[in-house]
């Protein structure tokens, strides 16, 4: 697919087959992600075990309920909600500490992500609130394996998109937040 088709065809995908994402196209979506500009660190944990996903999806939704944040208490008294959409893997970033460089450096290789699964055919979605269930809890840290000394800064979920296509671009070209200065 061409590259500027996979940019605009890309949407958050909030609802994914149970299929399993093939090897070579994690390693494919790892390449993308390192291949991102890079100022930062970062480390990639690639989550399919089913139940660490389904801890750390359980342990968010908790979170979100008790947060008092009406962004994440609303959707979380929706039945059947899930923070991690029913992805079967989950690229969870880490670093030694959420710095705006780290930060930025782990988004930028998210975005890259995101637009390489779309041109491979599967959906992504770009997941922060949900390192709630994550941050705090040690056990569920050790479990996961990050490395000693990194925390949870962010995340992307790979799946195949259950639901919505990704096949017709939308049309989100607007020059309202754009100046030119010629
Ligand atoms: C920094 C950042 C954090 C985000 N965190 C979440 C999240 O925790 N959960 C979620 O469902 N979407 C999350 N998103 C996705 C946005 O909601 C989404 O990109 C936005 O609504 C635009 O929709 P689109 O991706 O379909 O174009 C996040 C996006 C960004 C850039």
Redesign the pocket.
């Known amino acids: 697919m061409d590259t500027l088709m996979a940019i605009e065809l890309?949407?958050?995908i909030?609802n994914y087959l149970p299929k399993p994402v093939e090897t070579e196209i994690i390693a494919q979506l790892l390449r993308a992600g390192n291949s991102a500009p890079k100022v930062g660190f970062f480390h990639i944990t690639v989550i399919e075990n089913p139940e660490v996903l389904k801890e750390i999806n359980d342990q968010a939704l908790v979170q979100y309920k008790n947060s008092g944040d009406k962004l994440l208490m609303g959707p979380a008294a929706v039945e059947g909600y899930q923070?991690l959409?029913g992805a079967p893997v989950f690229f969870l970033f880490s670093a030694p500490f959420a710095s705006p460089s780290n930060e930025a450096t782990a988004?930028c290789a998210v975005t890259c992500i995101?637009i390489a699964a779309t041109a491979l055919g599967l959906g992504s979605?770009?997941?922060?609130?949900?390192?709630l269930g994550i941050k705090g809890n040690p056990k569920l840290i050790e479990k996961i394996g990050i490395p000693f000394g990194l925390t949870p800064i962010?995340g992307v979920v790979i799946g195949y998109s259950a639901d919505e296509s990704l096949t017709s671009p939308?049309s989100?070209f607007t020059e309202e937040n754009v100046n030119y200065c010629r």
């Open positions: 890309r949407k958050s909030r923070p959409y988004s995101t979605c770009y997941i922060h609130s949900a390192l962010c939308r989100r």
